[in-house]
T-cell receptor
Framework: GAVVSQHPSRVICKSGTSVKIECRSLDFQATTMFWYRQFPKQSLMLMATSNEGSKATYEQGVEKDKFLINHASLTLSTLTVTSAHPEDSSFYIC?????????????FGPGTRLLVL | GQNIDQPTEMTATEGAIVQINCTYQTSGFNGLFWYQQHAGEAPTFLSYNVLDGLEEKGRFSSFLSRSKGYSYLLLKELQMKDSASYLCAVRTPSASKIIFGSGTRLSIRP
């Protein structure tokens, strides 16, 4: 299947700092990427839809000024957690859609574990 | 609103068969996914159903009934490595968003 990478895989930061997470589609172009957050023992919660060349669409309850999304190219989307606080500690996962044998399928990156101290 | 329900936990025996059910009520439907997620890892794609019926892929099969808002994932010849969470997810027409259920934690015992 298609490959999606994320960087970094883990990050520990101090409260108040900003953290940038990159999501790349390695062998395909993705006009749309999605960002999810997952707390321990919970399912994935969609945060926002990242569209190449336009503003991201945020889900209800997600602060767009706190979670900045930039989809600068067809293979790269970035999520910046601004002024991170301990409650932002979570597993952040991106995904990208592509057609696989005529079916649109969503492939996930390996995730980024964020710990805010 | 969007509602996707699946059992929280299930236990099964190695070598046996287990069926994980999923019911959904969403504003629009463009297909249903099943993903497997091991602890600490990202989900991996298992299956995608957009038409009614059963799709078989090796030890895993997935069934969909759109009229009933119902799907199940069937795992045969269970192996210890199948211990994981299984996520049911529905794609909505709105920007092709995928909404996830809460996941079913499956434990396999010897």
């Amino acid at each position: 299947g298609a490959v999606v990478s994320q960087h970094p895989s883990r990050v520990i930061c101090k409260s108040g700092t900003s953290v940038k997470i990159e999501c790349r589609s390695l062998d395909f172009q993705a006009t749309t990427m999605f960002w999810y957050r997952q707390f321990p023992k919970q399912s994935l919660m969609l945060m926002a839809t990242s569209n190449e060349g336009s503003k991201a669409t945020y889900e209800q309850g997600v602060e767009k000024d706190k979670f900045l999304i930039n989809h600068a190219s067809l293979t790269l989307s970035t999520l910046t957690v601004t002024s991170a606080h301990p409650e932002d500690s979570s597993f952040y996962i991106c995904s990208a859609t592509t057609s696989d044998r005529g079916r649109e399928t969503q492939y996930f990156g390996p995730g980024t574990r964020l710990l805010v101290l | 609103g969007q509602n996707i329900d699946q059992p929280t936990e299930m236990t099964a025996t190695e070598g046996a068969i287990v069926q994980i059910n999923c019911t959904y009520q969403t504003s629009g439907f463009n297909g249903l996914f099943w993903y497997q997620q091991h602890a600490g890892e990202a989900p991996t794609f298992l299956s995608y159903n957009v038409l009614d019926g059963l799709e078989e892929k090796g030890r895993f099969s997935s069934f969909l009934s759109r009229s009933k808002g119902y799907s199940y994932l069937l795992l045969k010849e269970l192996q210890m490595k199948d211990s994981a969470s299984y996520l049911c997810a529905v794609r909505t027409p709105s920007a092709s968003k995928i909404i996830f259920g809460s996941g079913t934690r499956l434990s396999i015992r010897p």
